[in-house]
């Protein structure tokens, strides 16, 4: 049995790995007697197995991590293109070699971010990148098209790619709202390690390692690219991200907006920049608004905000956050304010 499975060892040095059929048929034995010979050598710790079903082989222990590198590169024609048939591909690659929850919330995002491109981008082929190494996922998908931003303006008339962007992260934002909901966006940056949006001349990060948002003026970009990243280690839920944003139908009913992108260059808040921060939130019932790195709001914003909006939606729940000393001054002011109306007792 000891020169067999120096046998076994002589083939691997020289092919890098091997499976149960071809120690069969070099050997000359049964496969049954074969996957005796190899379990032993696992069991051992000498050989280690990449998968668990038919398509499974076998490598030296010591060479393990170079078959976990694993990538996925095509172009694809747009023309009757499916997300489903494409993910099909690549998680035949992976399919053992992810914990359940990663690969459920790649499965997710890989086909949200993939529909996108194939429904909105105007583009006649889209690119998908993947890539599986030892520590993290990752996918990138990329298209020539009319572009994300640029999309976004046209159709509700904004005033530049900023607005488009913004309204992109609150949610709920779509070109076609009869056939897409506008969640995919939303729920994918939440889910990832790192999301990054390119288009025109923005670069939108997503770092929920930190976690914070950050945007970026970059060199024009045609079309659409995203990237995706992902701990293989990751213990995140699908489900958990869901149940954060959406109530007991599973309706959709919570957002969450960074203020810091809708101040002026002086750190001030007035009260038509906060009309830009409501600007796309009419469908939510719960508001999370954070106020991280903003010093300063004026009583315009803070009027607008937690007074004026809140009379015009008494239904609606605003939940301020990260609030410095000065900014939860106004706005509880506001809040008081609000408050006193609603029982009318107005001085």
Aim: proline letters at 2%; charged letters at 30%; a positive charge.
């Amino acid at each position: 049995m000891l020169n067999k499975k120096q046998h076994i060892f002589d083939i691997l040095k020289k092919n890098g790995r091997i499976d149960s059929q071809e120690i069969a048929r070099s050997l000359g034995v049964s496969r049954v007697y074969a996957s005796k010979l190899i379990s032993e050598l696992v069991h051992e710790g000498q050989v280690f197995q990449i998968g668990k079903t038919k398509g499974s082989f076998y490598v030296l222990t010591s060479e393990r991590s170079h078959f976990f590198d694993m990538q996925f590169h095509k172009t694809f024609n747009n023309t009757a293109l499916k997300e489903d048939e494409v993910y099909g591909k690549i998680q035949h690659l992976i399919h053992d070699y992810l914990k359940k929850n990663v690969e459920s919330i790649l499965s997710y995002a890989f086909t949200e971010m993939l529909n996108n491109a194939i429904e909105h981008s105007r583009s006649s082929k889209v690119t998908v990148d993947f890539t599986a190494n030892r520590a993290e996922i990752s996918f990138e998908i990329t298209d020539r098209g009319i572009g994300i931003f640029n999309n976004l303006r046209k159709k509700f008339q904004l005033k530049d790619n900023y607005e488009a962007l913004q309204r992109v992260l609150k949610g709920k934002q779509t070109t076609s709202p009869k056939y897409h909901s506008g969640q995919g966006i939303f729920f994918t940056s939440k889910i990832a390690d790192r999301f990054e949006i390119m288009s025109s001349k923005l670069h939108l990060i997503f770092d929920n390692t930190i976690p914070d948002v950050f945007v970026d003026e970059i060199k024009p970009v045609k079309g659409t690219r995203v990237i995706f990243r992902m701990r293989k280690s990751s213990d995140k839920e699908l489900k958990s991200v869901f149940d954060q944003y959406t109530n007991d139908d599973f309706r959709f009913s919570k957002t969450q907006t960074i203020v810091e992108l809708y101040k002026q260059e002086d750190s001030y808040v007035s009260r038509s920049q906060a009309k830009k921060l409501l600007e796309g939130l009419e469908g939510f019932d719960t508001i999370i608004l954070d106020f991280k790195k903003i010093q300063l709001v004026g009583q315009g914003f803070a009027d607008e905000v937690f007074r004026v909006y809140q009379t015009r939606r008494p239904t609606v729940e605003l939940i301020p956050i990260h609030m410095d000393s000065p900014v939860e001054f106004m706005i509880q002011r506001a809040i008081a304010q609000y408050q006193e109306e609603k029982r009318g007792v107005v001085e």
